[in-house]
């Protein structure tokens, strides 16, 4: 079992020649019955176990992961959160997500790096104005900061965007929600990951579903490639595979899967303390702690399971990200690879039950999973403690596709997800 | 850079087309069931291996043309015209 981590674990550590450290969590081996099963060991399916021991005292739990934890898409995103979002619900939503984050590090005794550096998006046109003063509007609207910036705002606040009269991507102005910002990815899965272990949780890695058991029109576990595993509740956590997952349960989703792509480039001295977000061209960036400029890209519009970017979209950011900041054209690129997201419609999530009794989902966050890890696992614990959606969570079912009763994000505030 | 073949058009690549989504879709009758009706518009198979989808040479001549294509692999099984059955069974 793991200590608390403090400044004074660190000093014993650093007297004792660090000999000292145990593993932050327990690998796992399958039992053969658990109250409640979680497929998918991210973010979100880490965070759903943590909240289901913390929130409802539930810890005869499972998360399995067929491969490691956090190597799905929370190891390969863009670290930004934030909770710029238009309709009320989700609104409620991302914020509460936001404000979960803003305590994390205490709450896991985990430092997950949370950087609130503010997020700047970007108006190229004085369409981009308009539809931006409706987004800021509709945010302090639903009680979330938000700041209108002129164009001698944006240049104040971002260095080295090319502001010159013969810009190819002229900055006319945009706005800023200042509690936006960045968190270390892998810390967000490894802090969830230890804090649920602790409490009891079990996390089962290489370990692949391979088909559900049903007793009585019910979930009654899961088939897995290390065996059966049985369970009265099974939740599914698994974003861009949740398709692949669906269909072995009997079922269809509105989900399509898409590969998202980022890039790193070579690390370089602090030259970027902001997120800027250029929604016009799909391109946004941000300076890691290490110094590397992490670069988001738009998705690859054909569906894939390939977790790797197309060249064509590739080529279209670096050349958006340039025109942008001329300066970074010399950086070399270190890596790039893509995670597989599933894309929804109306690019709001889905949390709660499925067509199969004792069986809940949390998928459809497309592009912007990450933000929503805390929301999503908190929300997720409470349909499988209770049976029943959480408040928050009520406006996202799956029902809503056959009501018609969309949240449609992708159209109110041009997300891509 | 992936590339597809235009059936009028030739070998092109992938930023000259735009992926319209899975093909073979069947509009149910306008008095369907609210449930039927969301399936047809919303529900999809998605599967992870062979797809059936249409794409449109945008940059091109502007035709619609289906596709079986692997969605892990991104390989290219058949290109056949919109108004042709999906070809026979292909490896999963």
């Known amino acids: 079992m793991s200590w608390n981590y403090s400044a004074l674990s660190l000093l014993r550590g650093a007297l004792s020649g660090h000999r000292h450290w145990s593993p932050a969590w327990r690998d796992a081996s399958p039992k053969p019955r658990y109250d409640v099963l979680i497929v998918g060991g991210g ?27 956090g190597g799905g898409n929370t190891g390969r995103n863009t670290t930004i959160v934030r909770s710029n979002y238009l309709y009320p619900e989700s609104a409620r939503l991302y914020d509460f997500s936001l404000r979960l984050y803003e305590g994390l590090a205490q709450e896991l005794n985990f430092n997950i790096m949370l950087s609130q550096r503010g997020l700047v998006l970007l108006a190229h046109s ?8 409706r987004w800021a509007n509709a945010m302090r609207m639903n009680g979330i900061e938000a700041e209108l910036l002129s164009r001698d705002e944006v240049a104040a606040r971002v260095a080295g965007l090319d502001l010159s009269p013969h810009a190819r991507l002229p900055v006319l102005g945009g706005f800023a929600q200042r509690r936006g910002g960045t968190a270390r990815h ?3 899965a490894w802090g969830y990951a230890r804090a649920a272990s602790r409490l009891g949780v079990d996390i089962i890695q290489n370990c692949e579903v391979t088909g559900f058991l049903e007793e ?16 009265e509740r099974v939740g599914i956590a698994a974003a861009g595979h949740s398709s692949v997952l669906a ?10 899967s898409y590969a998202l792509q980022a890039l790193v480039s070579e690390p370089v001295k602090p030259v970027l303390d902001t997120v800027v977000l250029s929604p016009g061209t799909g391109a946004y960036l941000s300076q890691s702690d290490k110094g590397e400029l992490v670069i988001g890209a738009a998705l690859d519009l054909f569906p894939s399971y390939a977790q790797r970017g197309s060249f064509a979209v590739e080529q279209a950011i670096i050349a958006a990200t340039l025109e942008l900041f001329p300066a970074y054209s010399r950086l070399a690129l270190l890596r790039q690879w ?3 997201v599933d894309v929804v419609h109306d690019s709001s999530p889905i949390i709660g039950a499925t067509p199969i009794p004792g069986l809940f989902i949390n998928c459809g966050w497309g592009t912007g999973g990450f933000k929503a890890i805390p929301v999503g696992g908190w929300t997720l614990a409470h349909a499988l403690a ?3 959606s959480h408040p928050l969570a009520e406006p996202f079912q799956l029902e809503r596709f056959i009501s018609g009763r969309l949240i449609d994000e992708a159209a109110a505030s041009g997300i891509a997800h | 850079m992936m590339q597809l073949r235009c059936p009028w058009c030739g070998v092109r690549d992938e930023n000259e087309f735009v992926c319209g989504g899975a093909s073979h879709i069947v509009r149910p009758p306008l008095d369907a069931s609210d449930v039927a009706w969301g399936e047809y518009l919303f529900f999809r198979d998605n599967p992870k291996g062979v797809h059936h989808e249409r794409w449109r040479h945008g940059y091109g001549c502007g035709q619609w043309f289906n596709v079986a294509r692997h969605t892990v692999t991104h390989e290219i099984l058949s290109v056949y015209a919109m108004t ?4 026979a069974e292909m490896p999963p």
């Open chain 1, 247 to 256: 269909k072995l349960a009997g079922f269809r989703l509105p989900v399509t």
């Open chain 1, 338 to 340: 893509a995670g597989i």
């Open chain 1, 126 to 133: 004085r369409h981009d104005l308009d539809a931006m003063s």
């Open chain 1, 43 to 69: 973010g979100h399916g880490l965070a759903s176990a943590y909240y289901l021991a913390k929130n409802h005292r539930i810890t005869n739990v499972a998360v399995i992961e067929r491969g490691w934890i």
């Open chain 1, 186 to 188: 892998d810390a967000v």
């Open chain 2, 84 to 87: 042709e059955a999906p070809p």
């Open chain 1, 386 to 388: 209770t049976g029943r």
């Open chain 1, 216 to 231: 009585g029109g019910r979930v009654a576990g899961v088939s897995t490639s290390r065996g059966s595993i049985r369970a």
